[in-house]
């Protein structure tokens, strides 16, 4: 609470006289308020405090509040100190702002200020003690000395910025303008400075504060060097949503393909930046931006500027503490799964791991599988290698550009335009246009059915328990494959030939006997024009068909070799020519001599 604003008397009215005695103002402009009462008795009297703040009332004259004005009275000077003829007097005025050690600093920074000589200093703590508006001696008599106001320039220890200060003056004069710049001029401010603001200082006699009149230009350092890759670089890989709106956990899109020449990635140089000044005018240096950091890596290269890079080949694009390179071989460390999803690759796949059931690799080079291969797709342009193999339960599908390797394979269908070679194959779908070799220890085929453009060579063909398994050779499977198809569509054909020619011969008895309705006639043209198009279709179809069937017959070429035995149940066709198995064979190799199949000593 502050006891300067309380005052107390016998009655209300005399604490308010009170009131309006101390602070000099009208009862109007307080905000009274009663914090304490004593009604009198018959051994003491009435006793009244109160609390008086001011009310926030504008002044029209001046633009500020009763309260500003209070305020600004309360921190006038306390004091005044006369220059006589007989002596330096001081006078005291009553104060609520300051306390006594206050009054008494003020005055001996001004007796110090002035100047004044042989002053009673100890006189002066009684004065200020006492009653104000007493004059009382405190130096003997001497000239006033006049102190003009001093002129005070500071630069920033960054000198970017630069202050002024003038002092005011006891009886002296303030400085003008050209004083001020030459003041300025002489610390070496000669840039940047605000002249508005020295008119102000001077004009509003804004003495004893810091005002700042001249900012130095900052220096705008160079921006950083960027790289913009150009393709996903996120690791975060999400399912695949589907055009119904269910999830296909299987795509999840973890290979980065990129095809030779690709842009990669475009690089920003970095900006020099631009000097600044500071206000003693010197130049102060810009930090110039830092490179990108982006490294040139494997399989790639740059342009002529130096500001693009491109893939030099076909693979998988990666980044690496900035180093951006394209790798030819994607490496899977663990299995194909839910962790993977699907691989699609443009280069070589290689799975330290198995490769579940239900998922698909595919590769533009060579697949290699170090685990084991199960009801899953393997679709490569190059070869397909699996060091252990491939056990399909009716479900996986294996198709290579180049050969196939695998220890053994199981219920899979295979496509491959190379050879096969396995220790083992059982109750599988085997297509090659070249070579089907059983290399192993066993040297199996059993089951299925195996078909080779060249030969097929195994240490044992079908089971003792008679297993029916089909071995072809000497006929390209593509072409054998075209064949079936072509046949299907002939027949197809002719099917509908004959259901044309049945349906025009009836509505052409009724045409001739004037018994067809109307709507029926255009059925009748219709249906003979269609007649026509097949017939002609037919024709064409027809010739396709004998000379792949012409080509198939009058190949002779292709063998089917069997080291050990091959077993009743197996059916052997070798070109046009079919043979089946009743009686086991042993160590022999199987021929074509006009049209017919031959059995053989065992061909090495």
């Known amino acids: 609470m502050d006891d300067k604003m309380i005052f107390e008397g016998t009655t209300y009215q005399e604490a308010v006289d009170k009131a309006i005695s101390k602070l000099k103002v009208e009862e109007k402009e307080m905000l009274i308020k009663i914090i304490g009462e004593k009604k009198s008795s018959l051994f003491r009297k009435s006793h009244v405090k109160i609390k008086v703040n001011f009310k926030d009332v504008q002044d029209e004259s001046k633009g500020k509040t009763v309260v500003d004005l209070k305020q600004m009275r309360l921190n006038e000077v306390s004091f005044a100190i006369d220059f006589r003829p007989d002596g330096v007097y001081l006078t005291m005025s009553e104060s609520i702002a300051q306390t006594k050690a206050e009054q008494v600093k003020k005055i001996f920074e001004y007796i110090e200020k002035k100047k004044i000589q042989k002053v009673d200093f100890n006189l002066i703590e009684g004065i200020v003690n006492d009653k104000p508006g007493n004059a009382v001696k405190i130096a003997s008599e001497q000239s006033e000395k006049m102190i003009d106001s001093e002129i005070k320039v500071k630069v920033s220890d960054d000198r970017l910025t630069g202050k002024l200060m003038i002092t005011k003056p006891y009886g002296g004069k303030t400085p003008s303008m050209e004083a001020i710049k030459e003041a300025l001029r002489k610390k070496g401010i000669i840039n940047f400075v605000d002249e508005k603001v020295i008119v102000d200082v001077i004009a509003k006699k804004k003495f004893d504060d810091e005002f700042i009149i001249s900012n130095g230009k900052k220096p705008v350092h160079g921006i950083d060097g960027t790289f913009t890759l150009k393709f996903s670089s996120s690791k975060e890989f999400l399912p695949k949503i589907m055009d119904d709106g269910t999830v296909d956990f299987k795509e999840l899109d973890q290979v980065k393909n990129v095809k030779k020449g690709q842009l990669l990635a475009e690089i920003t140089r970095p900006t020099e930046g631009e000097k600044g000044v500071d206000v003693l005018g010197r130049e102060i240096d810009a930090k110039k931006g830092k490179e990108a950091k982006l490294i040139k890596g494997k399989n790639t ?14 693979g998988q694009v990666s980044i690496i503490d900035n180093k951006l390179s394209v790798s030819t071989v994607y490496e899977v460390p663990g299995d194909v799964d839910t962790t993977t999803g699907n691989i699609k690759f443009n280069g070589k796949v290689f ?14 080079s060579d697949i290699e599988v170090l685990g084991v291969v199960e009801g899953a797709t393997l679709i490569a342009k190059g070869h397909i290698i699996l060091h252990r193999g491939v056990q399909g339960n009716n479900q996986a599908y294996l198709e290579a550009g180049g050969s196939l390797i695998a220890k053994y394979i199981e219920n899979t269908t295979i496509k491959a335009a190379g050879d096969v070679e396995a220790d083992c194959i059982l109750h599988s779908n085997v297509s090659t246009k070249n070579k089907v070799k059983l290399t192993g220890r066993k040297g199996l085929i059993a089951g299925g059915d195996i078909r080779a453009g060249v030969d097929i060579r195994a240490h044992s063909i079908g089971s003792p328990m008679g297993t029916s398994t089909i ?14 198809k072509l046949k299907l569509e002939v027949e197809d054909v002719e099917k509908n030939v004959k259901k044309l020619d049945q349906s025009i011969r009836l509505l052409g008895k009724m045409a001739k006997a004037s018994q067809l309705p109307k709507n029926k006639q255009q059925v009748l043209i219709k249906s003979v024009s269609t007649y026509e198009q097949l017939k002609e279709t037919h024709t064409s179809l027809t010739k396709d068909l004998k000379l792949l069937e012409y080509n198939i017959q009058n190949q002779n070429k292709g063998k089917i070799s069997a080291l050990n035995k091959i077993h009743p149940g197996v059916k ?12 086991e064979i042993s160590n022999t190799t199987l021929s074509i001599k006009e049209g017919s199949i031959i059995i053989g000593p065992y061909e090495k």
């Open 471 to 484: 071995i072809e050779v000497g006929v390209d499977p593509d072409e054998k494959e075209n064949y079936e």
């Open 572 to 583: 052997m066709t070798i070109g046009s020519g079919i043979r089946q198995i009743y009686d």
């Open 351 to 364: 799975v330290k791991g198995n490769v579940k059931s239900g998922f698909t690799v595919e590769a533009e």
């Open 301 to 314: 290269m740059e342009s002529q500027d130096g500001l693009s890079l491109f893939a030099d080949m076909d």
